[in-house]
């Protein structure tokens, strides 16, 4: 992130990066979907992902990550914020209070019987702020010189 | 809505009307379409004449606000109907008169006619309410009001000083008189002025009665002007002519003693009630009378004799209040008499008197008497209306003033016939003080009437060239100055119109029904003493009168630093000075001191409690054993802590605290809650990643590292903050009483919430409205920082960065 006269190279960084970046990505997802069962959820799963992506901007630098991931991540805030709500407003279709959420089994074809409960979306809100919100604040300060 | 209500309001809505007419038929003097109005109103006021004779007052009564038993009732008996024709009749003559007295080119005439009608309306209101709110709301329109008219000629700095002051005086008192109504209405549950009446006998020997009785007091004493709230007053003066004959002479100055007067059947019959007032009275009269001679402005000197006129009124209702004690009341009640008389006759003398000031100002440039004098060739209309009224004021015959004179002596001599309230220690005072007042009243009066009109014109002293005012001017005047003289001539004209059913009204429950006081005003009683008493006024006033030039040093012996007016400036200026001092005491614009402050209470606060309650407890019942991971985990977070404060680098600080941080989240590991380790270590090592950022940014001249210097109270607050959670925490958890419900967390996660993360699924299943806040906090905090540093960029990267232009 530093701009200094001298260009090094970061091969072995970068590379390295390229592999554990899916990995971690992964573990994240995981953390995330396993969230409702075991240790994890939408606030530890999207630190991990931003970590993730901090991780890129480490190896590589402000501008290069922007232009492999356009992301406006004060949109990806605002519209986990949306989800949440959404998830919530969404009870009273069932005439329930608001945020009332609800589980069952349901058949889905390729993975079978799935247990699934609505909260998931509104970990998934959970999950799209702290992303959002990590990534603004990190890449606002980086900006700056 | 009857029409009664309505004429209270129409001069509010009439106010309304006048900037649009004024705007419009700019050739016409706006006056002339106020002028029927307060005319209108007061031959509607005349109808009610034969009414209150013979009958009770009348009640009408519309709803306001039923639920706190506030109504608009309006209530006319004798004294209402008095003031309201006082009001209306003095209220067309000012009209008249100002429309001569301010010019349509130069006034802002839409703004006085406008203050003027408000004032009118407010003045009805307070004199025909039968509901002490409503006699309020009203009482603080007429305050404001007449702030705004004082304040008239707001671009001279004397105009400003003087709405200020009185505005700041009678504020004070009626915000003292709202607390009596209150009182009066925790006594007696009512609003009604009438219910509080009928309940006055069972209220007298209440706790809060003398504390209702001094408020009430206080608010009729600073509007009336009485001592020490007269400094108002003659500040006053600063406000146009029509406006000072209107409010300071015949109305406004008149509610105190309406409200005197109105309540005395509530508090008559108490020592501290006659006592306060009387005295307080008389001794405002001996005072303003006093202080009256010495002034050389006309006006001044016409403010000074109203205070005292006020204060002999105040006085006469005082004295007269002990007539309920008596059987044979007829005797004593004259004093009564005396103050309703005197009270029509100084409206009309009074306002005369200051016409004539205005239009000696008018025609001649100034006020000043030692500029003054030989007009009377000149203006002789108006030296006759000067004359008359001068005359009047001063008790001569066979002027109205003569015949309220005798009566006020005659009040004042009874009192020596009574044997209540140690009259017979302190009585004399009344009849000796009422004396020499009247002396001095005499002299100012003579003054006033013969430096101006009488001896040398002195005409290159004067701003313009004298000469007699035009008719329209001397028109009002003329009407006032025939009132005295009639009533005068035929005392008896009012007598029983008017002046019968005031002194009902002032005292219902003397009279069985059916009853009528005896009035028989005459101007020869015999050789009494009251007639030796004028006589000596007569001969010493004048004597004074001639030799005033060899005495006038008199005045100097009260030094300029005593008056009450610089008392007045004085304690206004200090006011300022010290809660200008006293916040910038504590209000150090420091951080650092508004957290000692708010540290120390919290110590205060807390521990007190602790202390109070007695609930500094220590259980160890229920304490788990102690491990040793534990252990080890907390010597290493206090070494951290420790570390932290005591560092001398700032680095080594952020690394300590990130020690104890990392230390904490192990914590979490051995109490077994995994999701809160996950979670406190990423965190943990975000802000430490950010505090090394803010860490780098230093400016260099800052950077030093040094020891922070040790702060003797900043030791004992962090460690009394320290101690008193600590006992907290430790009381709080051996008291613990109860289970907790984490039972029916842990049996229905999955059920209910579908998941076997209790943790997880109490944040977003069963507690998701905390969540759903916590992450709006989280964007909110993510926005701040984002336009944070947006904005001190001053957004010139706004191309770079491709969020704005998307």
């Not at chain 1, 969230?35 to 290069?64: C, R």
């Not at chain 2, 409200?259 to 009275?281: H, N």
């Not at chain 2, 009109?453 to 001397?474: D, R, T, V, Y």
């Amino acid at each position: 992130m530093k701009k200094t006269g001298l260009k090094t190279n970061d091969l072995i960084l970068q590379t390295i990066t390229k592999i554990v970046l899916f990995i971690v990505i992964i573990f994240s997802f995981h953390l995330f979907f396993a969230g409702h069962n075991a240790p994890g959820g939408g606030f530890i799963g999207g630190l991990i992902t931003s970590g993730a992506i901090v991780l890129l901007l480490i190896a590589f630098d402000v501008k290069t990550v922007k232009s492999i991931l356009p992301i406006n991540y004060v949109k990806v805030a605002a519209f986990g914020l949306l989800i949440a709500i959404l998830s919530g407003i969404g009870s009273f279709l069932f005439g329930v209070p608001f945020l009332s959420h609800t589980h069952g089994h349901v058949h889905i074809p390729l993975l079978g019987d799935t247990h699934l409960a609505t909260a998931v979306i509104f970990d998934l809100g959970v999950y799209f702020v702290v992303v959002g919100v990590t990534m603004t604040i990190i890449q606002t300060i980086g900006e700056t010189e | 809505m009857t029409f009664l209500h309505w004429a209270i309001l129409f001069p509010f809505l009439f106010a309304f009307m006048v900037p649009f007419l004024y705007k419009t038929f700019r050739k016409i003097h706006t006056g002339w379409f106020v002028l029927p109005l307060p005319i209108c109103l007061f031959i509607f006021f005349l109808q009610f004449l034969p009414g209150v004779k013979y009958k009770e007052g009348i009640v009408q009564t519309v709803k306001w606000i039923p639920s706190l038993g506030i109504d608009f009732a309006v209530y006319v008996d004798g004294l209402s109907l008095l003031f309201a024709l006082l009001i209306t009749g003095i209220g067309s003559l000012v009209v008249l008169y100002s429309i001569y007295y301010l010019s349509k080119e130069k006034e802002q005439l839409n703004a006085f006619y406008v203050y003027l009608l408000m004032f009118m309306g407010a003045m009805l209101g307070v004199v025909l309410t039968d509901n002490t709110i409503v006699l309020y709301t009203f009482w603080e329109i007429t305050s404001f009001s007449s702030f705004l008219l004082i304040g008239y000629w707001h671009y001279r700095e004397r105009s400003r000083y003087g709405a200020l002051k009185s505005m700041l005086i009678t504020v004070f008192g009626g915000l003292s008189m709202l607390g009596g109504f209150i009182l009066l209405y925790i006594m007696t549950g009512t609003f009604s002025i009438r219910e509080t009446i009928a309940q006055s006998s069972s209220i007298a020997d209440n706790g809060l009665f003398i504390p209702a009785l001094i408020l009430l007091l206080l608010g009729a004493f600073t509007k009336s002007a009485q001592f020490p709230f007269y400094i108002w007053l003659p500040d006053a003066m600063e406000a146009p002519t029509p406006v000072s004959a209107y409010l300071h002479s015949a109305t406004m100055v008149k509610a105190g003693i309406y409200l005197v007067a109105r309540f005395t059947p509530v508090f008559a019959g108490s020592a501290e009630w006659f006592w306060i007032v009387s005295l307080f009275g008389i001794f405002t009269l001996f005072w303003g009378s006093f202080h009256a001679v010495k002034q050389t402005d006309l006006k001044a000197m016409l403010a000074f004799s109203t205070v005292s006129q006020l204060g002999m009124i105040m006085s006469l209702l005082g004295v007269g209040s002990a007539a309920l004690l008596f059987d044979h009341f007829e005797f004593y009640s004259v004093a009564i008499l005396a103050a309703i008389f005197h009270l029509i006759n100084h409206a009309t003398f009074k306002g005369s008197l200051f016409m004539v000031a205005g239009i000696v100002d008018h025609e001649t440039g100034t006020r000043d008497i030692r500029k003054l004098g030989g007009l009377m060739s000149l203006m002789p209309i108006t030296f006759t209306i000067g004359l008359i009224g001068a005359f009047s004021m001063a008790g001569l015959p066979p002027f109205n003033g003569f015949l309220s004179k005798e009566m006020f002596f005659t009040g004042m001599i009874r009192v020596l016939n009574m044997d209540v309230f140690q009259t017979e220690t302190w009585g004399f005072l009344l009849p000796v003080l009422a004396w020499i007042g009247s002396i001095f009243t005499f002299i100012y009066s003579m003054m006033f009437v013969f430096k101006t009109f009488s001896g040398k014109l002195q005409l290159e002293n004067l701003p313009k060239k004298p000469h007699e005012a035009p008719i329209g001017m001397l028109i009002p005047p003329i009407v006032l100055a025939s009132l005295v003289v009639i009533f005068g001539f035929f005392p008896n004209l009012l007598a029983y119109s008017l002046i019968e059913p005031a002194m009902k009204s002032v005292m219902p429950s003397l009279l069985k029904d059916g009853e009528h006081f005896h009035i028989h005003i005459s101007h020869w009683h015999g050789f009494t003493a009251e007639f030796w008493m004028t006589v000596g006024v007569v001969i010493l006033g004048i004597f004074l009168y001639l030799t005033a030039s060899k005495w006038k040093r008199v005045y100097d012996l009260q030094p300029k630093r005593m008056t009450l007016n610089q008392l007045y400036d004085h304690s206004l200026k200090t006011a300022g000075k010290t809660s200008n001092r006293l916040t910038s005491f504590y209000m150090t614009g420091f951080i650092r001191d508004y957290l000692v402050y708010i540290f120390a209470f919290m110590i205060m606060a807390v521990g007190a409690t602790m202390i109070i309650k007695q609930s500094i407890s220590f259980a160890a019942d229920d304490a788990a054993p102690v491990g040793i991971y534990e252990l080890i985990l907390s010597i290493v977070m206090i070494a951290g802590s420790i570390t932290a404060v005591l560092a001398r680098s700032r680095l080594t600080a952020i690394i300590a605290l990130s020690s104890v941080g990392y230390s904490l989240a192990l914590f979490f590991v051995l109490f077994r809650a995994p999701d809160l380790a996950l979670t406190q270590l990423v965190i943990e090592t975000v802000s430490t990643a950010l505090f090394l950022l803010a860490f780098y940014f230093l400016p260099e001249l800052q950077k030093k590292d040094k020891t922070r210097r040790f702060r003797l109270v900043n030791f004992i607050i962090s460690a009394g903050v320290g101690g008193i959670v600590t006992l907290l925490a430790i009381s709080a958890s051996s008291e613990r009483t109860g289970k907790t419900i984490a039972e029916y967390f842990l049996e229905t996660s999955y059920s209910l919430g579908g998941g076997y993360n209790v943790v997880n699924v109490i944040l977003v299943d069963f507690r998701g409205f905390d969540t759903l806040f916590e992450i709006t906090v989280l964007a909110i905090a993510a926005l701040a920082v984002y336009s944070m540093i947006r904005l001190r960029t001053g957004g010139k990267d706004v191309e770079e960065n491709g969020f704005k232009n998307e």
